[in-house]
């Protein structure tokens, strides 16, 4: 079973949608649950984090943590073309690191 | 701010051939340090890390090898390279905070003939 499961879409929506990308997990010592934002062909950078339970926001952007259900999800309001790329998430806080396969988003104009 | 210098950026080599990328880290010491693989439309699969100098932990054995001859520097290697071998590589250094978030290189693009 991998560690961290996620749709690879890819998802399409209109400008000014709301998006919800997902991922599950298997590990329930994970506390902290990481979003990377991939632009084509370029590195990876981090988009923000969550710990535990609970939201966090970040502008455009909620990440939100259900540890009951093992279940992490990225909302991004008001999307924008610029928000096109490939999300990953990655459980945080330990050496050896692994992702989902990523969703690749659109956002069309 | 920590930065992966990673290269060479784009590079074909026909099947066969032996294969070197380098990566070096700059703004910090004795980061762990990182090789993925991203294959065309998919996730990154974690290779190699190595938490220092001369010790590395394989996530995927077959003809890829990694070394880490200084704390700032992280190489990967095959003597023989495979069509399968194709795929971007990405080089990631760990943040040493408690959510341990990963900074990426701007990666290698590398196809196999």
């Known amino acids: 079973q991998k560690e961290v499961e996620q749709d690879p879409g890819p998802l399409s929506v209109p400008e000014g949608a709301i998006v919800s990308l997902n991922c599950t997990y298997s590990n329930s010592a994970f506390q902290y649950f990481m979003w990377y934002r991939q632009y084509s062909r370029k590195g990876p950078e981090l988009l923000m984090y969550t710990y535990s339970s609970g939201n966090k926001e970040d502008g455009r952007f909620t990440a939100q943590v259900d540890k009951s259900s093992k279940y992490i999800s990225l909302f991004i309001r008001d999307s924008q073309p610029s928000d096109s790329a490939t999300y990953l998430c990655?459980?945080?806080?330990?050496?050896?690191?692994?992702f989902g396969t990523g969703t690749k988003l659109q956002v069309i104009p | 701010s920590q930065t992966i210098h990673q290269w060479p950026a784009t590079l074909v080599q026909p099947v066969g051939s032996p294969l070197s990328l380098e990566c070096t880290v700059e703004g910090t010491s004795n980061p762990n340090l990182y090789w993925y693989r991203q294959a065309a439309g998919r996730g990154l699969q974690l290779l190699f890390y190595?938490?220092?100098?001369?010790?590395i932990s394989s996530e995927v054995p077959q003809n890829l090898s990694a070394s880490r001859p200084q704390d700032r520097q992280f190489i990967l290697s095959s003597k023989k390279l495979l069509l399968s071998d194709s795929g971007f590589y990405l080089c990631a250094g760990r943040q040493y905070t408690n959510t341990g978030e990963l900074f990426f290189g701007e990666g290698s693009r590398l196809t196999v003939l």
């Open positions: 990655a459980p945080g806080g330990y050496q050896k690191v692994t």
């Open positions: 190595s938490v220092g100098i001369g010790q």
